[in-house]
């Protein structure tokens, strides 16, 4: 089918305003930060509505084109998951789609469409006194939906009840263009009758005998186009009381976080190196430096907290059982009183990112992230040391009730500097390699990563992850090549 | 004998002689189950509590024998249906042409991973046998309110998952971390991080890319309809006070050293609006081990062991809307911090525990609720029930769903084809501190008299009616054919796209339907 037919049917959905063939901006979604190689879309369309949407899934499947759908309105992207891989790609851009349909205090529930990011969100649920599940410091400007539906790490593992929150109920085009709605939201009835019963698509389960949101999550948007989702919120606390531990062994943080993990002690939870920590609280390269200096390699961060009237009763009674357990482990660490201060730490942890904090050092960064179990994270963590032995940032996210660990290095560097992007280039996929060798679960594998984690896997995980693509979009037209999908 | 000879031998090749039967004796008595009646009249047969009788009964002791099993199957075209404890008529086979895999030979803890705060188990390990071995580690399991006897694996994997526990251990859908499971057609697959090649281990799963946890089940299992799960790893949470466990005395009427700091509260909030304002309120606070509506009736048949012990708790009975909250803490501190909260919260919505004051319930109840046994009461009780309805959204719709079903269960009692519980027999709790809610309505009947069974079989029929038209959330028994399709245009078409699953992983159609959906045609 040719292009100007392509182009032609577009403008009977959109008008032409709403699509760009600009090669200024074609370009800007023909790479991203990864090393993953250029290629520039056809067209770049700015859906406003939903049945925009159906048709133009509808039209890719009796015209024969790919569509990969974004949705944050800038700021970088990273993973290589949303660049064209054939010449018949358009960008479904669906930061335009902004609203925040529903905020429930009540059900702590909020319904949203992708375009919402986290800068625009967080300020509107304080205001109701609620906040949402974030990743660490999320950047302002990303769509706070993809980050749910990728599978980013939250950073309260306790309230991460299953691998899947924050997200709850969805609704979204298959690639066949057929609109669907997960979870409760399946119905019986319209969201509007749901409503009217009292219903508010918090059980993200169903409907009845399978979960298709879980498949929609982590497919980086092979599967099907989310329109809205629903997400989990939780009351905001009114006194939060942060804790900051530093230690040169990683082991005896570990130990420590096991134990408030175990009791679900706490709400943030996690640890830092300490170039981490440095890049998420000062913004210029020098002072992040002078601040890496001043602290412990390893910092174990954590916050309790209370709100209304018995928010002091609740802290007393956490701080006095941590205190209890410290006691009994004969932990010889103790709550840092200097380098930081806990307004900075609550400014990340409570608030979206403008200046993204990966990007501070060196203007460029690479990432590797996977999971791990408890007992395999020293080893993984000595063996990117060895190949990395500066600018190197690490982060360590408890997930899912403390059943397993979310591993993340940042490889910090300037990307002008074409000698050093090469080296980083060269190991960034050894390093990956390594450890995927070596145990580390890639469970979001992008990019260059996706060959290489598809075959250390049982083949049948990708026959089955085949057959279900093959169900829910028959012709191969959402974002073809990633994960184990041919192109 | 029901295979032919030879056939029966492949199999006893495969387990051995002895783990196979297709004697008449064995496969009558594995037709046998529980509510089978309703099902079997609702489907318009006679409404006797026997399925169609499997063709063989067999007992693998491996993945491997599992896997040969069904590759044979498919080869015979034969049906297979699953049992891990084996208990209603979801396990019994919808057609002639089943064998039933009985999986009580494959009943170990293969581990219990107290860093990582998982178990791994196989599908006859019960609730009980798991939770008493994770307790030394201070850990617990969550367990449906079906009970500790029943297997966490089936819950987890195939059936459903509300439990008693449920505002601090969730629901078993999401408890589940990486899978072993043999498909339909025989390929054994591995979820998550169990499915790497090397280094494989259970702490996950989903991925890598889409969790395809996603097809393996919804808010309810697939009850044997795709496959054969042959292990799972399921979380562990910590263990709500001290482990110490000091159970004197013989069955029914055990001595139990209560806990220290473990205290019940049964409040009577009034009306639904009240009800569900408190229950709010108490989830929000994140403090209990235990948060359930039970209908006055309900609370009376969780502290009673026999019918002549309901009959002295007749004031309990008279509360409009009970809340049943049990509070559990590790530390002094802890516990008192929860009384407070609670104590605010009593004093905030006027109302009143009766707890010590109108009645004081035998220490044997607090194991029980340690034990997720209250389920139990339903039979010891009353003699029997089943459950209709099964919403799970907000509070608001399980509550309006509660009300509305009233009317409806008022006209079968009295057409005395159901026990009178004044229509309002209805048991909701909270999930993951109230983030949701769920609400079903156990009904009690006389399996034993026909008029009985039709009438609870027309009830259950209307009663979906009921959550169809009035938009009250789908059933848990929106399953087999017959449902899907009555459903499915009104939720999305999903039933469309669970046949699609059907037909691709299970081409041969050999896992039985009955309680799933049958492929197209057949
Ligand atoms: C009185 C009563 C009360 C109940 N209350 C609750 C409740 O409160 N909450 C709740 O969640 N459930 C409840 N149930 C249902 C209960 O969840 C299941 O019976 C139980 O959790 C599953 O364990 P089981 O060993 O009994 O499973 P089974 O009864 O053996 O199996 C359950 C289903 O899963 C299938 N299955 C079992 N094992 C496998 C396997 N290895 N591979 C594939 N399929 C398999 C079976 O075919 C069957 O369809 C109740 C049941 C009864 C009888």
Known sequence: MSETKIYLELVKIYGSKNISNDPNVLEKYSEDLSFFPKKEPKYVIWPRNRNQIQKTIKLANSLNFSIIPVSSSSGPRHHGDTIPRNNKTIILNLSKLKKIINIDRKNRVVMIEPGVSFGELIPQLYKRGLKILTPLHPRASKSVLTAALEREPITIPRYMWDSSDPLLCTEVFFGNGELFRTGAAAGPGSIKQQKKSGQAQVNPMGPTQFSPFRIIQGAQGSIGVVTWATLKLEILPSIQKVYHFQSKNIEELLDFQYELLKYRLCDELFILNNLNLACLIREDPSEILTLTNSLAKWNLIFVISGRDKLASDKIAYLEGDILDIIKEKKLKISNNKTETNEIDILNFLNQADINPWRLRLNGGYQDIFFISNYEKISELITLVEKQITKNLGIYIQPINQGTSYHCEFNIYYNPNNKEETLDVKEKFLRISIDLMNSGAFFNRPYGLWAKDVYERHEDSTQKALKKVKKIFDPNNVLNPGVLCFDD | ?522
């Open chain 2, 1 to 522: 004998m029901f295979l032919e000879k030879e056939i029966f031998k492949e199999f006893e090749d495969i387990v051995g002689v002895g783990n196979i039967d297709d004697g008449v004796v064995i496969t009558n008595v594995y037709a046998y189950n529980w509510c089978m009646e309703i099902f079997n009249y609702m489907d318009g047969k006679e409404p006797i509590p026997f399925s169609p009788i499997p063709k063989a009964v067999i007992l693998p002791s491996s993945t491997e024998e599992v896997q040969k099993i069904v590759k044979l199957c498919n080869k015979y075209r034969i049906q297979i249906k699953i049992q891990s404890t084996g208990l209603g008529p979801w396990n019994q086979p919808s057609t002639d042409n089943c064998i039933i895999f009985d999986m009580r030979r494959m009943n170990k803890i293969i581990k219990i991973d107290e860093k990582n705060l998982y178990a791994v188990i196989e599908p006859y390990v019960s609730g009980a046998q798991l939770q008493v071995e994770t307790m030394k580690y201070d850990l617990t399991i969550h367990m449906p309110g079906a009970g500790p006897m029943v297997s966490p694996l089936a819950s987890a994997t195939s059936m459903n998952g509300p439990g008693f526990t449920s505002p601090c251990t969730g629901h078993s859908a999401r408890n589940v971390l990486a899978v072993e499971w043999v498909l339909p057609d025989g390929e054994v697959m591995k979820l998550g991080s169990y499915g790497l090649k090397n280094n494989s281990d259970w702490f996950h799963g989903d991925g890598p890319g889409p969790s395809l946890r996603g097809i393996m089940r919804g808010w309810a299992g697939t009850k044997s309809g795709l496959g054969v799960f042959t292990k799972v790893a399921v979380k562990l949470f910590p263990y709500p006070c001290s482990t110490d466990f000091n159970v004197k005395g013989n069955s029914p009427n055990y001595d139990f050293d209560i806990p220290d700091f473990m205290k019940l509260y049964v409040m009577d909030c009034g009306n639904f609006k009240k009800l569900e304002d408190v229950m709010l309120g108490v989830e929000e606070e994140e403090i209990s081990f235990m948060c359930s509506y039970l209908s006055g009736f309900a609370v009376m048949a969780i502290f009673s062991n026999s019918i002549e012990s309901l009959m002295d708790k007749i004031p309990i009975g008279q509360m409009k809307a009970p809340l049943v909250v049990i509070i559990t803490a590790r530390t002094k501190r802890e516990f008192a911090y929860k009384q407070k909260v609670m104590d605010f919260l009593l004093n905030n919505f006027k109302i009143e525990n009766i707890i010590g004051k109108i009645y004081t319930p035998k220490p044997i109840f607090y194991a029980e609720a340690l034990r997720s046994n209250l389920g139990l009461h339903g039979f010891i009780a009353t003699g029997g029930f089943q459950s209709s309805k099964g919403v799970a959204d907000t509070a608001a719709v399980c509550l309006r769903s509660t009300k509305s079903n009233i009317p409806l269960k008022q006209e079968f009692i009295k057409k005395e084809a159901i026990a009178n519980d004044f229509g309002e027999g209805t048991w909701m709790t909270s999930y993951e501190s109230g983030h949701y809610f769920h609400m079903e309505s156990p009904t009690m009947f006389d399996q034993t008299e026909e008029s009985s069974v039709k009438g609870m079989a027309e009830y259950m029929e209307k009663s979906n009616q009921l959550d169809l038209l009035k938009h009250l959330g789908a059933p848990f028994f929106v399953e087999g054919t017959r449902m899907h399709e009555l459903f499915g245009p009104y939720m999305s078409n999903y039933h469309i796209w669970l046949r699609k699953i059907k037909e691709t992983f299970d081409p041969n159609n050999i896992s039985d339907s009955g309680f799933y959906i049958s492929p197209q045609n057949k």
